[in-house]
């Protein structure tokens, strides 16, 4: 049947020893004295009764074995024991399970068949499991997997997964993920407790990279500083893979920033970015030649979109944060690089105020880098450009202009930022100029698709001595885990009353904490194994030879809760979405401000940081509003709400879940909201402080080439004028595959050539990619949205 999940049972095999098994681990046989069976193919009786003997027992493995049912009742012991652990509940008795092994036997004799299956020994079993009330132990001795026409379909690109992740192609390691991927799904709900697994699975909430629940946390912001301290071990322990110095030279140090990206991959969920990039690796450009840098710059994109080895065999989904000289905070801050601390102690004196030059230089490279494109002039979608617009900055160092007048300004290397934007729409623009992004006190990034961390000495007492990097103590920033509301359907159960609504989503946030109560605890317990070892490695210091700082802090990152439809919850509530009324506008602030408080509630209870945040919804969105459309109790009302082609997904919903509709993002007005541009700003920007885990506004840009003028003057108005903390430009794109031409727009044939062999790039959530991958929800969204010209830009 297809799209069967959480009813399979395993093979039964012997291994060489004689002991059995089931799922390939090794038992001992009961003693003799306790033997149910004889194991002859001669007629025998059960209970008094004349029965045939059964056939040998085929394993998935290759082994033919003759029935034992003491394997049963080994197995029974054996697995129920994760009962303990799961579900705080006795595993099964001994007595217990004989009896069971016994009844298994006697419906496997009456059916009287010819083949005899370990996948069909386990599903009788745990039918028995079901009818004796026994649901816990069925979830964990049940089997997890895929039919083999479901397998057959995600081999050929299509099925499950197929449209979750926009990064990742079609190819034989995608197929081999998404098979891993529907296991571990089902493995995880099976394993927390069934209330919490039917909230997602009913789509009240979404439990983002639920494959990897129980595995490894989410995304990471990493300190550069670390890698030129203690050198690389890429597989965390130093025994599958070679160990490297700290970095020596240029070339090695951009080497090493590729592949920790790289490796940080496959311990964590999520994206992997560098803070304060430029800053960090400044010092290893001291004496290159603008050539020689741009060449650097130019090898580390290009390794960044080349490493086809992040999970599934995409590219590394990267980030990097770029200011364009050094940040004031780091000006007087002894330098970390090529195994030393460079703080007169036990090196030379050199802070990175002393590498000025340097950041402005590799910003200028970096920059001139992706205005080229690649080959075929393709934009380069990752490392993403966080371009920092800091308080720093927004005044000239004229000292430093007038000594060297052949460096560029600050002025003109944003400018170049912006020639990018028009040209490709690449970078990203963390804004640091509002008060309560708090720049100058602490340090703050943006990362991933738009998570926004931080840190401060007045929330962290070790801020100076990581500021230092002293006795190896540096800055580890990231998330463990993401979950996703369903806003609109709070408000189909509020039923138009404040309170009610506010109570019903402050319930979900409560139950979100309980997920995260139970990633910590799994993943306590596989740190303590060493089964994140890339995260949690501790290196050999190079000066001292004693064991060094552990490269990620895991008490500092946080947990995350994100929003979904906020609009659509007060369009049902008030009958107006928030640009519409001003009604709906203040229950949206409103209601932001108390999950916002709740969080923060939350978190001193639990002892957890739990930030509220707009989170991506590649597939959420979507996922949200089908799932109450097929929900009878929510359909009606959902219909009044739902963004996109809702006739065509009510005529294919018996077909197909993969439909043309969606649930507006985050905090948002609608994409296709018939507003102005300054409308759509004075709307969105209120949100951003109150979202403190991350937010992004988007501006979706017409086909014309825009003018980069004008971009920079309205991001500069957006900046020093508005609460917004994180914007893009999105420009959408054609791609030639015969010609290799990128042309403006979404086109059906190239320009050029005429071919319609062509693909269409845009931002889906917060990255640039090819919109063939995209779900047909956020096709829907793509088609929907409003775009403005250049004169609607100024």
């Known amino acids: 049947m297809t799209g069967d999940i959480l009813l399979h049972d395993d093979e039964l095999s012997e291994n060489q020893s004689g002991k059995k098994t089931l799922d390939r681990l090794s038992i001992s046989p009961l003693p003799k004295n306790d033997q ?79 083949f ?53 192609l079609n190819n034989a390691e995608t197929s081999h993920k998404r098979k891993a991927d529907k296991m571990s799904k089902e493995q995880n709900l099976l394993l927390m407790p069934k209330e919490l697994a039917d909230l997602h699975l009913n789509g009240d909430f979404h439990i983002h990279d639920l494959e990897y629940m129980g595995t490894r946390p989410f995304c990471q912001d990493w300190d550069l500083r670390y890698f030129f301290y203690y ?39 999520g994206g992997q970015g560098f803070y304060n990039f430029l ?151 963390d804004n640091q100029l509002p008060e309560y992004r708090g720049a100058g006190e602490g340090i703050s990034c943006y990362q991933c698709c738009a998570y926004q961390f931080s840190a401060n000495p007045t929330d962290d007492k070790e801020f100076d001595d990581k500021l230092h990097f002293k006795d190896g103590k540096h800055f580890s920033m990231g998330s463990w885990m993401v979950l996703s509301l369903n806003c609109p359907r709070a408000a189909y159960r509020a039923e138009y009353d404040d309170e009610k609504l506010f109570t019903e989503l402050k319930t979900l946030m409560n139950r979100c904490v309980e997920v995260f109560k139970i990633k910590r605890r799994w993943m306590n317990s596989l740190i303590k194994k060493n089964r994140i070892p890339f995260a949690s490695q501790c290196p050999k210091d190079p000066n001292t030879g004693e064991k060094g700082s552990m490269a990620v802090d895991f008490e500092s990152l946080v947990y995350t809760i994100g929003v979904v439809g906020i609009n659509e919850m007060v369009q049902y509530h008030t009958g107006y979405q928030i640009h ?43 996922r ?74 988007h501006i979706w840009l017409g086909e014309g080439k825009p003018d980069p003028e004008g971009l920079q003057e309205l991001a500069m108005h957006i900046a020093k004028n508005t609460q917004t903390g994180y914007f893009a430009f999105t420009r959408d794109m054609t791609v030639c595959i015969d010609e290799g031409y990128v042309a403006a727009g979404l086109l059906d044939k190239c320009p050029k050539c005429g071919s319609e062999h062509v693909q269409h790039l845009s931002r889906i959530t917060g990255y640039l990619q090819s919109v063939e991958g995209w779900n047909r929800g956020k096709r829907q969204e793509l088609k929907d949205r409003k775009r403005y010209g250049t004169r609607e830009l100024r």
């Open 279 to 429: 800053t960090f690796i400044a010092p290893y450009l001291e004496g290159k030649s603008e050539v020689e840098i741009k060449q650097l710059m130019q090898m580390f994109v290009y390794e960044m979109m080349q490493m086809m080895c992040a999970r599934g065999g995409q590219t590394v989904f990267s980030s990097v944060q770029l200011s364009p000289g050094v940040p004031k905070l780091w000006k007087n801050i002894p330098v970390v690089a090529m195994g030393k601390v460079w703080d007169g102690k036990h090196a030379p004196l050199r802070t990175y105020g002393e590498f000025e030059k340097e950041v402005r230089l590799g910003f200028k490279a970096l920059m001139d880098v992706m205005l080229e494109g690649d080959a075929w002039g393709k934009p380069f979608s990752f490392p993403k450009p966080e371009i920092s617009l800091e308080p720093d900055f927004m005044q000239e160092d004229e000292s430093f202009n007038e000594a060297h007048p052949e460096i560029p300004t600050y002025k003109e290397l944003y400018r170049l930022t912006f020639e990018l934007a028009a040209k490709f729409g690449t970078p990203y623009f």
């Open 36 to 114: 149910l069976s004889d194991n002859q193919p001669v007629q025998k009786t059960l209970d008094g009764l004349s029965v045939s003997a059964l056939p040998k027992v085929r394993t998935t493995d290759g082994f033919m074995l003759n029935w034992d049912r003491n394997i049963i009742v080994n197995q029974l012991l054996k697995e129920t024991k994760l009962s303990e652990i799961f579900y705080a509940k006795p595993a099964i008795t001994k007595e217990e399970a004989v009896d069971i092994a016994k009844e298994a036997e006697k419906i496997i004799r009456k059916m009287n068949i010819k």
């Open 580 to 622: 519409e009324s001003p009604v709906a506008y203040k229950l949206a602030i409103r209601a932001m401000f108390e999950m916002k408080m709740h969080a923060q509630k939350l978190s001193k209870e639990n002892d957890m940081e739990i930030a509220l945040a707009r989170t991506p919804a590649e597939t959420t969105a979507q």
């Open 231 to 269: 050198g690389l071990m890429p597989d965390g322990v130093g025994t599958q893979s070679s160990v490297a110095k700290p970095a020596k030279n240029a070339e090695v140090a951009f080497l090493h920033a590729v592949k920790a990206m790289g490796s940080a991959q496959t311990n964590f969920a």
């Open 116 to 168: 005899l299956s370990g996948p069909l020994i386990r599903e009788i079993v745990n039918n028995i499991l079901l009818d004796r009330g026994r649901v816990e132990w069925r979830n964990i001795m049940t089997r997890v997997g895929a039919s083999v026409y479901d397998a057959y379909e995600i081999d050929s690109g299509y099925g499950f997964g197929a449209n979750d992740n926009a990064n990742q």
């Open 624 to 697: 949200f509003a089908v799932s109450d459309l097929l929900h009878w109790e929510y359909a009606e009302k959902a219909e009044f709400t739902i963004k996109g082609d809702l006739k065509s997904a009510k005529k294919e919903i018996n077909e197909t879940h993969d439909l043309p509709i969606y649930y507006t993002n985050g905090t948002h007005i609608p994409p296709g909201a018939d507003v102005s541009l300054p409308e759509r700003i004075k709307y969105e920007h209120t949100f951003f402080p109150i979202v403190d885990g991350g937010n992004i506004m």
